[in-house]
């Protein structure tokens, strides 16, 4: 039986889904925005923050949950 590490590792191989229109590093967390279906999809050390309405919201929400959780 597969561990849950296991599956998770499997789950970060490739990018998620949609184009792809912005990139960052804050701090040691990387930090992506997608775009699917007129929505923009924050995504964080390849997990799924939310979905935003407009690019800016989606990057600033990522951002700050970065350096509020600790990351800085």
Known sequence: MK???QIREAMKKGM???E???DAKVGK???MVHKEKNKF???IDME???IYNSLN???KAATDFVK???GK
């Open 20 to 22: 792809h229109v912005y």
């Open 68 to 70: 509020m959780a600790g």
């Open 29 to 31: 967390h990387d930090i």
């Open 48 to 50: 799924k923050l939310d």
């Open 3 to 5: 561990t849950f590490a």
């Open 57 to 59: 919201d989606a990057k």
């Open 16 to 18: 998620p889904p949609g």
């Open 41 to 43: 999809t924050a995504y």
